[in-house]
C-alpha cells in the first residue's frame, strides 16, 4: 500500500530564504507526482506535476525533483515572499487514473 | 477557462439526513475525482468518473456514491450521514496527462 510523507510538519523562515519541501512515498511504482498548495479553507492550486519519466519540472520560483528509485521529492522555493505562506501537499499518482495519494502537507510561514 | 466549479460551497445537514454535491469540470476534461479532507485524515480518495463510467474507488462506505453526466458533469452523494461525515469536500477534474485541477471544495457539516 503507497504512503506519502511529508516533512516537516511546519516550517518558519524568513523572508528571502531559499527553502526545500521533503516528500517521501513507500513504493516506487507511481505513475506520476504532483506538488499543490493550500490555502486556509481553500481548494488545492496545483504547483507542478512531474510524470514518472521526469526528474525534475520548474515553474517560475519552484522547482520539483523526483528520484524514483529511493522514493523521494523535494519542492525548492527559491528567494521565500509572505505570499508563499499556505500548505503545500504532495500527492503520488497511483497509476493511469486520476486517482492521488497525498502525504499530510507541510505548513510553510514565511515572516517578512 | 473557467475553473472546477462546485456547489454549494457550504452545508449544514444533521444527523440521518442525505446530501448531494455537485461538481462542474473544466472544459474538455472528462475525468473527475473526488476527495474527502478532514483535519484527522488529510485528504482521502473518494472515487473518480470517466464518460459516465466509475473508473476508481476509494476506501469508503456504500453510503458514498456519485455520478457523471453526459457533459462530465459530476453529483456525489452521501446517505444517512454521521458526525464523522463533516468535512471539506473536494472535486478535481483533470486532462489525459491526469494533472489534476481542484474546485473550491463545499464545507459539509452534519451536526
Known amino acids: 500500500k503507497q504512503e506519502v510523507t511529508q516533512i516537516p510538519a511546519a516550517l518558519s523562515v524568513p523572508e528571502g530564504e531559499n527553502l526545500v519541501l521533503n516528500c517521501s512515498f513507500t513504493?516506487?511504482?507511481?505513475?506520476?507526482l504532483q506538488w499543490f498548495r493550500q490555502d486556509p479553507g481553500k481548494g488545492l492550486t496545483s504547483l507542478l506535476l512531474?510524470?514518472?519519466?521526469?526528474r525534475e519540472q520548474t515553474s517560475g520560483r519552484l522547482n520539483a525533483s523526483l528520484d524514483k528509485s529511493s522514493g523521494r521529492s523535494t519542492l525548492y522555493i527559491a528567494a521565500s515572499q509572505p505570499g508563499d505562506s499556505a500548505t503545500y501537499l504532495c500527492?503520488?499518482?497511483?497509476?493511469?487514473?486520476?486517482?492521488?495519494?497525498f502525504g499530510q502537507g507541510t505548513t510553510l510561514q514565511v515572516k517578512p | 477557462k473557467a475553473g472546477v466549479t462546485q456547489t454549494p460551497r457550504y452545508l449544514i445537514k444533521t444527523r440521518g439526513q442525505q446530501v448531494t454535491l455537485s461538481c462542474s469540470p473544466i472544459?474538455?476534461?472528462?475525468?473527475v475525482s473526488w476527495y474527502q479532507q478532514t483535519p484527522g485524515q488529510g485528504l482521502q480518495f473518494l472515487f473518480e468518473?470517466?464518460?459516465?463510467?466509475?473508473?476508481n474507488k476509494g476506501n469508503f462506505p456504500g453510503r458514498f456514491s456519485g455520478r457523471q453526466f453526459s457533459n462530465s458533469r459530476s453529483e456525489m452523494n452521501v446517505s444517512t450521514l454521521e458526525l464523522g461525515d463533516s468535512a471539506l469536500y473536494l472535486c478535481?477534474?483533470?486532462?489525459?496527462?491526469?494533472?489534476?485541477?481542484f474546485g473550491p471544495g463545499t464545507r459539509l457539516t452534519v451536526l
Open positions: 512531474i510524470q514518472s519519466s521526469q
Open positions: 468518473y470517466f464518460s459516465e463510467t466509475q473508473r
Open positions: 472544459s474538455g476534461h472528462r475525468s
Open positions: 500527492a503520488v499518482g497511483a497509476g493511469n487514473t486520476g486517482k492521488l495519494i
Open positions: 478535481a477534474s483533470s486532462p489525459a496527462n491526469h494533472e489534476q485541477f
Open positions: 513504493d516506487s511504482a507511481i505513475y506520476n
